[in-house]
């Protein structure tokens, strides 16, 4: 599957049912490849999945990142299944082992080792494959992976790698991890605005939830941050390396950092420079490949 260079992320969950239609039509007509949308509060993924694909024409639409601990295996395997064969094969399902509060607090499982609990998930999805009597060779997965661990198994059985909340530096070290053959998807936040106070006021909001989560902060401290580096809502430094600010050019100067490191795709998430939810469509428009 050929993703684009350029794709888009954002959160869907306080969208409505027009806005997600809107959002699915503006990101296709401006020329992005890829629409990933995140597994979090509200929408189920093959819902919200097949909801966007109906209102579009030619967009890839990915889950970023459906959460395993949601659904066995087997009903991935026909929910991934369904939408491609409903749509045209747009469909990738991306997925990921989440978090330990939203496993344990939120849903009521038990969180495991992350590798080996999704090396076992692919094990049962390959053989309700073959339980269901359907083709393994062109199966649209993506793996959330950050670690070398998790981004070698993603490049084993999987199309490639979808990090998160990362920096240009990440591209090189999953490309080197996963060989030259799998996907480097690699999404980045992007600030439309020039003024950093505005700016980092808004990264901060943005990247809030995410400061107490070991998943990230540890790769974070393998990207070069250190415990510092969290307090106080969040160092200027982390957050201009997690939201690039500025105005157009400058923004697409630093997202070009991912290519040269190594990175298939970039995924952009565009936060509103007045902290409000919802994708910043003056960022999409400037920083369009059409």
Not at 28 to 47: D, H, K, R, V
Not at 85 to 104: I, T
Not at 246 to 255: E, F, N, R, S, V
Request: aromatic share 10%.
């Amino acid at each position: 599957m050929k993703f684009g260079k350029y794709g888009v992320f954002t959160f869907t969950d306080a969208m409505n049912a027009a806005q997600c239609a809107e959002l699915a039509q503006r990101v296709e007509g401006l020329g992005y490849s890829t629409l990933w949308y995140p597994e979090a509060f509200n929408y189920e993924t093959f819902a919200i999945g097949g909801y966007l694909l109906s209102h579009s024409k030619k967009l890839i639409v990915a889950s970023g990142i459906a959460n395993i601990y949601a659904r066995d295996p087997a009903a991935s395997v026909m929910g991934h299944n369904s939408l491609n064969s409903l749509y045209g094969d747009r469909f990738v399902l991306g997925l990921g082992v989440s978090h330990a509060p939203l496993v344990a607090d939120m849903r009521g499982h038990q969180y495991k080792q992350p590798v080996a609990t999704m090396r076992a998930y692919l094990d049962a999805m390959d053989q309700a494959w073959t339980a269901l009597g359907a083709g393994q060779t062109d199966k649209k997965l993506v793996l959330a992976a950050l670690g070398p661990n998790m981004s070698k198994l993603a490049a084993e059985r999987t199309l490639g790698a979808f990090p998160y909340n990362i920096t240009p530096a990440q591209a090189a070290i999953s490309r080197a991890t996963m060989g030259p053959d799998a996907a480097v998807i690699c999404e980045q936040k992007v600030c439309l605005s020039t003024d950093p106070v505005a700016a980092r006021k808004a990264a901060r909001a943005a990247l809030g939830p995410y400061l107490p989560l070991p998943n990230y902060y540890k790769n974070w401290f393998r990207l070069g941050f250190d415990e510092s580096d969290l307090k106080d809502g969040g160092s200027d430094r982390l957050m201009d390396a997690m939201v690039f600010w500025g105005d157009a050019a400058q923004i697409k100067t630093k997202l070009e950092a991912y290519f040269d490191q190594g990175a298939d795709q970039v995924v952009i998430q565009p936060i509103r420079a007045d902290g409000q939810p919802g994708p910043c469509w003056a960022a999409l428009e400037a920083l369009a490949p059409a």
